[in-house]
């Protein structure tokens, strides 16, 4: 069989146990997808809200507060609805609430809300700023938390342990 490229999900698939990524049912099993689509849904997703966040932020630096919010916290929906197509929207709000990952979420979904706040309530392209890095920042150790030891290493690289 003819290589397909660099870029085979098939043949990962292969190499890959089921359960590795598909532990709980997808918010789309209804729809029949196959894994190797699944994870396509799960990259698209991804790319998607990426480009829409950066498109946002683009705006957010030519003065357009308004657009700027709207466009990321949509380009930030659609990242995480790609979860649904891994494992499924209830157990990744279930994870997210476990005791291991509750500080973190709470603060990346308080500063999404809070990049509104700035963007229509105060109209301050600073605290814009402050507010997505927090809300990053908060995503990156929320992610950190399925990973074994990272947050531990991370600690260590940054001096606080």
């Given at each position: 069989?003819?290589?397909?490229?660099?870029?085979?999900?098939?043949?990962?698939g292969?190499?890959?146990?089921?359960t590795?990524?598909?532990e709980?049912?997808?918010a789309?099993?209804?729809?029949?997808?196959?894994r190797?689509?699944?994870?396509?849904?799960?990259?698209?997703?991804?790319?998607?809200?990426?480009?829409?966040?950066?498109?946002?932020?683009?705006?957010?630096?030519?003065?357009?507060?308004?657009?700027f919010?709207?466009?990321?916290?949509?380009?930030?929906?659609?990242?995480?609805?790609?979860?649904?197509?891994?494992?499924?929207?209830?157990?990744?709000?279930k994870?997210?609430?476990?005791?291991?990952?509750?500080i973190?979420?709470?603060?990346?979904?308080?500063?999404v809300?809070?990049?509104?706040?700035?963007?229509?309530?105060?109209?301050?392209?600073?605290?814009?700023?402050?507010?997505?890095?927090?809300?990053?920042?908060?995503?990156?150790?929320?992610?950190?938390?399925?990973?074994?030891?990272?947050?531990?290493a991370?600690?260590?690289?940054?001096?606080?342990?």
């Amino acid at each position: 069989m003819p290589s397909k490229g660099w870029f085979n999900l098939e043949t990962a698939g292969s190499i890959i146990p089921e359960t590795q990524f598909f532990e709980g049912d997808s918010a789309f099993k209804f729809l029949g997808l196959t894994r190797t689509q699944r994870l396509y849904g799960f990259v698209g997703c991804l790319i998607i809200g990426f480009a829409l966040s950066l498109l946002g932020s683009i705006l957010l630096f030519l003065g357009q507060l308004g657009s700027f919010a709207v466009l990321y916290t949509i380009g930030i929906l659609v990242s995480l609805v790609g979860t649904g197509f891994v494992i499924g929207f209830a157990s990744q709000i279930k994870l997210m609430f476990k005791p291991v990952r509750i500080i973190a979420t709470i603060v990346f979904l308080g500063s999404v809300g809070l990049v509104f706040v700035g963007a229509f309530v105060l109209g301050n392209e600073v605290l814009c700023i402050i507010f997505v890095i927090v809300e990053y920042l908060a995503y990156t150790w929320y992610n950190l938390s399925y990973i074994p030891y990272a947050r531990s290493a991370v600690l260590k690289l940054v001096g606080m342990s």
